[in-house]
T-cell receptor, first 113, second 112 residues
């Protein structure tokens, strides 16, 4: 069975600094997607970044980038120039096949002024 | 743009009562999902649907039923609510061609 593990329940970072959130997963599939979702205090989940497993190049979206290590089954999220609005719960997610997403337990990130 | 809309946003029930959560999406998405979110446990899939008229069980289906009579709506029912069903419920949808999930704002349910 596929699993997603986020080993950091809580993290904090100073405003304008860089922080990396860790995610590891376990699967025997070769084709899959990986995602990072953000859940701010308002509660609604929004997509931060997506990575297709067949792409070797790491995905980047403005201040957000990933370090995708397929062999190590690792998918970390780097947030550069952290802003107060980045304070949120971050979920790593895995999608293989057509239907089911598997989510990690989340990392609560607090950006300090 | 409405996206995914959940109603109600908040509800308090007594043990044994029944209720239905409604999820509506206006993006013509094929797939729809119901998750529950509990502290320290992330999101757990209750039921999902891959198209109108179809439903399937997720990892925590017991105590819940669903229906997808129309493509745009996915209903989650609790026939006899229990305190263990106190949670925040999220509906999500996605098109068949991409992997991104679009979430509703969540519904907080408390069972006393």
């Amino acid at each position: 069975a596929q699993t997603v593990t986020q080993s950091q329940p809580e993290m904090s970072v100073q405003e304008a600094e860089t922080v990396t959130l860790s995610c590891t997963y376990d699967t025997s599939e070769s084709n899959y997607y990986l995602f990072w979702y953000k859940q701010p205090p308002s509660r609604q989940m929004i997509l931060v970044i997506r990575q297709e497993a067949y792409k070797q190049q790491n995905a980047t979206e403005n201040r957000f980038s990933v370090n995708f290590q397929k062999a190590a089954k690792s998918f970390s999220l780097k947030i550069s120039d952290s802003q107060l609005g980045d304070t949120a719960m971050y979920f790593c997610a895995f999608l293989s096949g057509t239907y089911k997403y598997i989510f990690g337990t989340g990392t609560r990130l607090k950006v300090l002024a | 743009n409405a996206g995914v809309t959940q109603t109600p946003k908040f509800r308090v029930l007594k043990t044994g009562q029944s209720m239905t959560l409604l999820c509506a999406q206006d993006m013509n998405h094929e797939y729809m999902y119901w998750y529950r979110q509990d502290p320290g446990m992330g999101l757990r899939l209750i039921h999902y649907s891959v198209g109108e008229g179809t439903t399937a069980k997720g990892e925590v289906p017991d105590g819940y039923n669903v229906s997808r009579l129309k493509k745009q709506n996915f209903l989650l029912g609790l026939e006899s609510a229990a305190p263990s069903q106190t949670s925040v419920y999220f509906c999500a949808s996605r098109p068949g061609s991409t992997g991104e999930l679009f979430f509703g704002e969540g519904s907080r349910l408390t069972v006393l």
